[in-house]
């Protein structure tokens, strides 16, 4: 399974991004997906998360109210709207994902896309 991002970009505050994550592969399905982002000189901190039948989903309270996340299993994509942007999201954003195939559940993780805010 491969974990590819896309979406990201310069944007003014203010304005939004949708930021998305396609797995490719074959036979599995996801346990939980989550987005993670890191600052320069800062850790990598989770952003969002979302079951896999997106049932539930949780944000980072910096975020809540700014972000939705959301599953498509049909194309195996999941995505992170990003709206009210301010120049503290500027990061690179990572997809996180359990999947399980067979009996197991393995973690993958994407390249990462730069998302940059500026005021």
């Known amino acids: 399974v491969q974990l590819v991002e896309s979406g990201g970009g310069l944007v003014e505050a203010g304005g939004s991004l949708r930021l998305s994550c396609a797995a490719s592969g074959s036979a599995f399905r996801f346990n939980a997906m989550y987005w993670y982002r890191q600052a320069p000189g800062k850790r990598r901190e989770r952003v969002a998360g979302?079951?896999?039948?997106?049932?539930?989903?949780n944000y980072l309270d910096s975020v809540k109210g700014r972000f939705t996340i959301s599953i498509d299993n049909a194309k195996n994509t999941m995505y992170l709207q990003m709206n009210s942007l301010k120049p503290e999201d500027t990061a690179v954003y990572y997809c996180?994902?359990?999947?399980?195939?067979?009996?197991?559940?393995?973690?993958?993780w994407g390249q990462g896309t730069q998302v940059t805010v500026s005021s």
């Open positions: 979302i079951t896999g039948d997106g049932g539930s989903a």
């Open positions: 996180n994902a359990g999947v399980v195939v067979g009996p197991s559940v393995y973690d993958y």
